[in-house]
Each structure stands twice: as structure tokens, then as C-alpha cells.
């Protein structure tokens, strides 16, 4: 009877030279990162995993936020429902929470005599974002909405505010300009008092374009 050699038995995949079956150290360590992965999403999904604390304020990062209505200092009305809108699309992006759409959180704002983003300030923002129930307000003001020599320019200022402490977590200026042939028609009745169904369908056609890009640019410094 012919035997095969030991070296030969040490390469056989999976055996040991007695017979045992074994696994590798790949094998243990693939297993290990699998459910390491698995348990950091229960963590995130459970809300347990959160940012690390800003070093400044030591305060972290809200997990649910809402958009409040935008102050509008521009003489454009269409203007500040789009760029509520895509807040709300891009913090939903960015791994925020955003439980109350812009239409649900001014029904309740009513109701605290809140009609305009121009009423919303340091001394009020807390008991908004109390009543709400969230951690943090994104607030945004349209400083300008122009067009003039076929260039149309939007300026805003964007902060993030923690509802626990009042303080102001982020901020951003930023402007956008286009060149356009002339005015951008808006389809439908022009209103201030948008729903999110008319916002949503605005945000898609040419109208959206500027605006979008206005916030996704302004938000790529806000990291939860």
C-alpha cells in the first residue's frame, strides 16, 4: 500500500495532516468583521451608534431634525419652498432624521402663531424645536434671488441649531449663479403657502435646478 507524503497531507484544503477538519485564520477573521459589521448596524439603526462630539461644544450631532420655514428677504416666493424641499431631500441623504415634512411641521407651527420664517429666532427656536420634538432646526435665510444680464444669483445663509443648548452646531453662506435665456416660468397658482405635492412637482422641472444645487453645494461641509 502506497502512502502519500506528509507535505503532501499538509496541503490538502481544509485537512490537517491527522484528518481534522480546520478552518483558517482568514476564515475566523472574515467571520469576526461580518459580525462586527452586522452589530454596527443594529447599533445605527437603534439610534445607539451616534457622531463623535464636536470639539468645541462637546455636544453631538442631532439625529432628527426639521427644516423650519425658510425667511425670505428676496422678492421670490417659489424660491424658499424649493429650497426647503431639498433640505430635507439632502439632510435625509446625509443620514439625518427628518420625521415631519415641511408641510406637516407649518400645520403645527400655526398653531404656536409661527406664519413666516422671519419669526423664528434665538429667543423662540428651542420651544419650536421642542414642539416639533426634535434634536436640531436646520434654518435657512434667502439673502437674494436676482437675475439681471442673464445671470440669475441666489445667496443663502444656512445654520443648524441643537434644540437642547441653542447653539448654532453649523453655518454656511453660500451663492449660486446661472445663466439663463430669460425668466424661469412656473408652471401653476404662484402661493408662499406651499404643500409638499406642489413643491415636489416645482422641484422637478427647470425651476429646481438652481435651487438644488445651491443646497447640495452649502451641505457638503455638514457631516453627522
Known amino acids: 500500500m502506497n502512502f ?27 467571520t469576526r ?14 439610534g445607539l451608534l451616534r457622531s463623535k462630539p464636536d470639539p468645541q461644544t462637546g455636544e453631538l ?8 420655514p425658510v425667511a425670505n428677504q428676496s422678492q421670490d416666493i417659489t424660491l424658499p419652498a424649493l429650497i426647503r424641499f431639498f433640505l430635507e431631500e439632502e439632510l435625509d441623504d446625509k443620514g439625518f432624521s427628518v420625521i415631519l415634512r415641511f ?6 407651527l400655526r ?7 422671519s419669526q423664528i429666532h434665538d429667543g423662540n427656536i428651542q420651544n419650536i424645536g421642542q414642539s416639533l420634538k426634535v434634536e436640531g432646526l436646520l434654518q435657512c435665510i434667502l439673502h437674494e434671488a436676482t437675475q439681471s444680464k442673464g445671470v440669475r444669483v441666489i445667496r443663502a445663509t444656512f445654520r443648524l441649531i441643537s434644540v437642547f443648548s441653542g447653539r448654532t452646531l453649523w453655518e454656511k453662506q453660500y451663492e449660486v449663479e446661472q445663466k439663463v435665456a430669460g425668466r424661469i416660468p412656473v408652471k401653476g397658482t ?3 403657502n406651499w404643500t409638499l405635492k406642489q413643491a415636489r412637482s416645482l422641484a422637478r422641472s427647470s425651476a429646481g435646478k438652481l435651487p438644488k444645487k445651491l443646497v447640495q453645494d452649502a451641505l457638503k461641509s455638514l457631516h453627522r
Do not use: N, W, Y
Not at 408641510?103 to 403645527?108: A, G, K, P
Not at 398653531?111 to 420664517?117: F, H, I, K, P, R
Open 4 to 30: 502519500a507524503p506528509v507535505a503532501q497531507l499538509d496541503r490538502a484544503a481544509g485537512f490537517e495532516p491527522a484528518g481534522r477538519r480546520f478552518k483558517s485564520c482568514r476564515a475566523h477573521s472574515f
Open 33 to 46: 468583521l461580518s459580525a462586527l459589521l452586522v452589530l454596527c448596524a443594529s447599533l445605527s439603526a437603534c
Open 61 to 68: 450631532m442631532p439625529k432628527t431634525v426639521a427644516v423650519v
Open 103 to 108: 408641510d406637516e411641521i407649518d400645520d403645527q
Open 111 to 117: 398653531q404656536l402663531g409661527v406664519t413666516d420664517g
Open 190 to 192: 404662484v402661493t408662499p
